[in-house]
């Protein structure tokens, strides 16, 4: 398995539900994004958590971190049909100039109005 | 402000032919990263490059496959004598500087090749 596998692959929810996503990876990492891609687009940043942080809030985003498991959850809450997306984790690791982002496959994100 | 570019959004090449997608940083980013996405995947870093440095390129292929990133003008990410398995998006992400972690991607650029 690849670092950044994230699970489920796919996730259908309706609106006003909550999301959690699922993210591991393998070597120890300076920090872990989570990044969104709506279809047929760029990657927009949503949020960024470093290794000696536990928990991070943005808006209707939690990011939480286990450095144990290797793991991180991406939780949308309140869910909108435009939060209909592809999410990717991204561990940066690494050191000077060989640090780089590993990206994840990604989860699709399916959510009905 | 605009954000980091990249041209042309779609290219088709046959087999054989040369492919060059081109990336211009936010204004004020000296580094430029490039990954590949294929289908269904993740991205996969290629290249970094710093202005008319290349940093690492670990992730590149080491046949047909080149980039630059010149003192003046965009990045270029030079495939030649492409192949159907070089069929994929090609996203350009820029930071400010090293120990930047936070890239800023540019809308990506589709090759097909027939």
Redesign the interface.
Known sequence: SQQ?EEDPQALSIQEGENATMNCSYKTSI??L?W?RQNS??????LI?IRSNEREKHSGRLRVTLDTSKKSSSLLITASRAADTASY?C?S?GGT???????????ITLSVRP | NAG?MQNPRHLVRRRGQEARLRCSPMKGHSHV?W?RQLP??????MV?LQKENI??E??MPKERFSAEFPKEGPSILRIQQVVRGDSAAY?C?SSPG??K????????T?LLVL
């Open positions: 950044g300076n920090n994004q990044y047929g687009r760029g990657l927009v940043h960024l990717f991204a940066w000077g100039a060989n640090s780089k982002l590993t990206f994840g496959k990604g | 980091v990263y990954y269904e995947e993740g991205l996969k870093f970094y940093i690492d670990s992730g996203f992400a090293q120990g972690e936070t890239q800023y991607f540019g809308p990506g589709r």
